[in-house]
Nanobody, 124 residues
Framework: VQLQASGGGLVQAGDSLRLSCEPA????????VGWFRQAPGKERESIAA????????YYPNSMKGRFTIVRDNSKNSVYLLMNSLKPEDTADYYC??????????????????WGQGTLVTVSS
């Protein structure tokens, strides 16, 4: 499975942004698609995960409220909707696919295929 994330850019604090992820290839192998981010000098952290076949969304407690993961079935795309952005949201954002089912769907190390990141910069 190959993934391509896009939609990053420079925004101001308080703005909203939508990131897109387009899995390609053997998408029938996907169990979950996740969004993650990594800021300079920090570990990669989970933002959300989506059950590929069914659309159920999962979030770590720290990300609930401002982030929403959704799938557009007609386009085979997964979006991350981000609201009320803060400077501390500045990071490289990645989407990833889990193709070998594992417990712990919010753990970055449980994802098998990764796209290139898209940079989100939030200015104050």
């Amino acid at each position: 499975v190959q993934l391509q994330a896009s939609g990053g850019g420079l925004v101001q604090a308080g703005d909203s942004l939508r990131l897109s992820c387009e899995p390609a290839g053997h998408t029938s192998d996907i169990y979950y698609v996740g969004w993650f981010r990594q800021a300079p000098g920090k570990e990669r952290e989970s933002i959300a995960a989506l059950l590929w076949d069914g659309g159920t969304a999962y979030y770590p407690n720290s990300m609930k409220g401002r982030f929403t993961i959704v799938r557009d079935n007609s386009k085979n795309s997964v979006y991350l909707l981000m609201n009320s952005l803060k400077p501390e949201d500045t990071a490289d954002y990645y989407c990833a696919a889990m193709t070998s089912l594992r417990l712990g769907i919010l753990r970055p190390d449980h994802y098998d295929s990764w796209g290139q990141g898209t940079l989100v910069t939030v200015s104050s």
